[in-house]
């Protein structure tokens, strides 16, 4: 968040101080006019005016990886933003057509033709495209002036218009944020190598024109008080402005840290509460009297009757009958599927020896490996523990969509380091990241390993969010 903050100022300051060097040059001609009246002058302090105004305008626009909406709005902005610059530049081609061209002593310049430039083409098309084929005819018309004419002095302002039409077509790279293509995604994101492209050619053009500008400005005393003072106030503007920023999104991080805190134990809580209805639906079917005669009488059919029964008007994924050896006998989901031993695991072992309980257990499943629920209950005939009954419920997708109902959170079970389930999907909107691994090696450590809690912000998919993590512990206290 931080990069993207520092950067995110710098495209704020970077701005206003473009505008504060086309206000410089708008100021110059503006005492050009004031001093002559000449009407042409009106047209080119009108056009560097616009464009002053433009980069202001410009400064507000904020990326939407960064915020959800600019200050004024997204359409509006760029629509303002488009007329501003558009404006802008026609009149600097207008003021430069009108201003006749010092002619030099000699009668002809074979190096560059008197139709270097010929009329100006009709700009049809909007948009970045639009504004970069702008800036060049400006920058063109700079560099006939400075070529064709006696005016060299102009020849840095073509380079200023070169770099800004530069900076125009970059902007272009937005259009292609959309694509499923990671690698053209990293280049055209926002703050990516082409957005620091463009930064950095709008810097190139700031530099130039501020030492043109201030070489003329800065010859007056009274300019030169107000360049200080206008200069001064900007930057302790421009300062200020990211020094307290800086502040408040630090607290409103601590703050959504904070309150993760709380909020990831939501999910916390729902498996608590999953793990109490699967040990209480255990519970009820292995008290059931009918349990232990069916398994003293060793009646299969009535059993498997039984539990299909019971399992149908119950939310679980899995039920299963062991005897008293840890053989299965039933199972609710599969009545036809019986057969084979469970007495080699843990739960079956503590679910025979008379303890009713509830755990987090790991499975294999198709795509992932999968969470479940655990719950079991001892069947018990007189006393004496003849079998055992084993509830389980999967913590799946549908699991996770229901928390992200109530609480608006996204949430992901990871089984071990493995995404099990998730609200998150990929940038196609339906494929969930089942599977993916956790690659950081501080989350695995802290959370794996050390058996505590993590909050931070991560990157996932392509996007920035602040996360809490927190370990899911077995009856053993194991993660």
């Known amino acids: 968040m931080w990069i993207q903050l520092g950067l995110e100022q710098l495209h704020f300051a970077l701005n206003v101080f473009a505008a504060l060097a086309m206000g410089a040059v708008f100021w110059l001609h503006f005492d050009a006019w004031s001093a002559g009246r000449i009407p042409r002058e009106i047209v080119k302090f009108s056009g560097f005016f616009l464009l002053a105004i433009f980069f202001l305008v410009q400064s507000t626009a904020l990326e939407v990886s960064f915020v959800s909406e600019p200050i004024f709005g997204g359409g509006f902005q760029s629509g303002l933003s488009f007329v501003l610059a558009l404006?802008?530049?026609?009149?600097?081609?207008?003021?430069?057509?009108?201003?006749?061209?010092?002619?030099?002593?000699?009668?002809?310049?074979?190096?560059?033709?008197?139709?270097?430039?010929?009329?100006?083409?009709?700009?049809?098309?909007?948009?970045?495209?639009g504004l970069f084929v702008l800036a060049l005819i400006?920058?063109?018309?700079?560099?006939?002036?400075?070529?064709?004419?006696?005016?060299?002095h102009m020849m840095p302002l073509c380079?200023?218009?070169?770099?800004?039409?530069?900076?125009?077509?970059?902007?272009?790279?937005?259009?292609?944020?959309?694509?499923?293509?990671?690698?053209?995604?990293?280049?055209?994101?926002?703050?990516?190598?082409?957005?620091?492209?463009?930064?950095?050619?709008?810097?190139?053009?700031?530099?130039?024109?501020?030492?043109?500008?201030?070489?003329?400005?800065?010859?007056?005393?009274?300019?030169?008080?107000?360049?200080?003072?206008?200069?001064?106030?900007?930057?302790?503007?421009?300062?200020?402005?990211?020094?307290?920023?800086?502040?408040?999104?630090?607290?409103?991080?601590?703050?959504?840290?904070?309150?993760?805190?709380?909020?990831?134990?939501?999910?916390?809580?729902?498996?608590?509460?999953?793990?109490?209805?699967?040990?209480?639906?255990?519970?009820?079917?292995?008290?059931?009297?009918?349990?232990?005669?069916?398994?003293?009488?060793?009646?299969?059919?009535?059993?498997?009757?039984?539990?299909?029964?019971?399992?149908?008007?119950?939310?679980?994924?899995?039920?299963?009958?062991?005897?008293a050896n840890g053989q299965i006998l039933a199972r609710g989901e599969d009545r036809e599927h019986f057969g084979g031993t469970l007495s080699s695991l843990p739960q079956v072992k503590r679910a025979l020896s008379g303890e009713s309980f509830s755990t987090v257990g790991v499975r294999n499943g198709v795509v992932a490996p999968e969470i479940s629920v655990l719950g079991a209950a001892p069947i018990k005939v007189s006393g004496q523990v003849v079998g055992a009954v084993v509830a389980g419920t999967s913590i799946d997708n549908a699991f996770v969509d229901g928390i992200k109902r109530g609480t608006g959170l996204e949430s992901t079970v990871y089984a071990n380091d493995q995404i099990s389930a998730t609200t998150l999907v990929a940038a196609d909107g339906v494929t969930r990241p089942l599977g993916a691994v956790e690659k950081r090696a501080d989350i695995r450590e802290t959370v794996l390993s050390k058996k505590t809690g993590l909050r931070d912000q991560v990157y996932f998919l392509g996007k920035s969010y602040f996360a809490a993590y927190e370990p899911i512990k077995d009856i053993d206290n194991s993660v």
């Open 138 to 152: 400006v920058a063109a018309l700079y560099f006939r002036r400075a070529v064709v004419g006696l005016e060299k």
């Open 87 to 129: 404006c802008g530049y026609a009149l600097l081609i207008i003021g430069q057509i009108i201003d006749p061209i010092e002619p030099r002593p000699a009668a002809k310049d074979p190096l560059v033709p008197a139709v270097f430039v010929g009329s100006v083409p009709l700009i049809s098309w909007a948009g970045p495209v």
């Open 159 to 323: 380079f200023v218009f070169v770099f800004l039409a530069l900076s125009h077509l970059l902007t272009t790279a937005a259009a292609f944020r959309q694509t499923t293509n990671i690698v053209i995604y990293d280049l055209v994101a926002p703050f990516g190598l082409v957005w620091l492209l463009q930064q950095g050619f709008l810097v190139v053009a700031v530099i130039i024109l501020t030492r043109w500008v201030f070489g003329y400005l800065l010859k007056r005393f009274e300019t030169q008080l107000m360049m200080i003072f206008t200069v001064s106030v900007v930057v302790i503007y421009v300062v200020t402005t990211i020094t307290f920023t800086a502040v408040l999104l630090r607290n409103i991080q601590d703050g959504i840290l904070q309150q993760l805190t709380s909020d990831v134990r939501v999910l916390s809580f729902a498996l608590e509460s999953k793990k109490a209805e699967v040990v209480s639906d255990a519970q009820v079917l292995a008290q059931n009297p009918a349990m232990g005669q069916l398994l003293e009488a060793n009646s299969k059919k009535e059993l498997r009757d039984l539990v299909e029964g019971y399992f149908l008007s119950k939310r679980q994924s899995f039920l299963v009958i062991i005897s």
